[in-house]
């Protein structure tokens, strides 16, 4: 209000405006400018590594990937009955990208997103318990509408790792929402948690209020590496 009113008293003196308009208009600047705040605010703190949106995932590369049922999360429903999603699939193939895209398009309807890879969550997670401050950290990822966990099963954790990083997925069962990626299929996550009893566990509670997209294909690292060597070549002379 006090960057606008003076433009705005300008604008709507011009203009012959009531002063019940002008202050409309003067609340409505100040309200878009709170909200786009916020949202900046939301995304700043959900610690995306890149920021990527829908609109530049090559869903046809994926033909396994329903366009429609993601975008249908990207609604946000599933947040809100605290139900879980599974991205699972070979490296490269995107899973990353649309995470963070879900994540982006929660964090625009008002809700509290985190983004973290597995190794850095169990990183987080021992140093809290060494500082004696586990209970703090975890209290921290309870307020959290959703909880993206990328990267599960490209690095092993230790035993304690392992059930500390249990503790939060079964703290937020059917209570918070979680994105797990992963280029393991759930048969092989008993190399992660160490167990096949803690596996099972985990995954009877992960999946069962879950959306599980497979994501195997080619991946785009490699395909674009290929496109930019062709480009590159040099033409032969006809």
């Not at 329903?66 to 975008?71: A, E, G, M, N």
């Not at 140093?127 to 509408?145: F, G, I, N, P, V």
């Amino acid at each position: 209000m006090l960057a606008e009113w003076e433009k705005l008293a300008r604008e709507a003196t011009a203009k012959n405006e009531p002063y019940e308009g002008y202050l409309l208009r003067l609340t409505e600047a100040e309200v878009t400018t709170r909200s786009a705040n916020a949202l900046a605010a939301r995304i700043r703190n959900a610690c995306f590594p890149v920021v990527k949106d829908f609109d530049t995932f090559d869903f046809t590369a994926i033909p396994s990937l329903s366009k429609q049922k993601v975008l249908e999360l990207s609604r946000g429903e599933w947040v809100e009955q605290h139900y879980n999603c599974c991205l699972i699939g070979n490296a490269g193939t995107g899973k990353t990208h649309v995470a963070t895209a879900l994540g982006q398009a929660i964090c625009r309807l008002g809700k509290r997103v985190k983004f973290v890879t597995a190794a850095g969550m169990v990183t987080q997670l021992e140093e809290a318990q060494q500082q004696h401050r586990l209970d703090r950290l975890l209290s921290q990822l309870e307020r959290l509408d959703l909880l993206i966990i990328d990267e599960l099963g490209y690095l092993s954790f230790s035993r304690g790792g392992a059930e500390l990083l249990f503790q939060v997925f079964a703290e937020r069962y059917e209570r918070r929402s979680v994105l797990v990626t992963s280029n393991l299929a759930f048969s092989e996550w008993g190399s992660v948690f160490q167990g096949d009893r803690m596996t099972a566990a985990l995954l009877d509670r992960l999946t069962h209020r879950c959306h599980i997209f497979e994501m195997n294909g080619e991946s785009y690292r490699f395909r674009e590496s290929m496109t930019d060597k062709k480009e590159k070549a040099p033409k032969k002379a006809k």
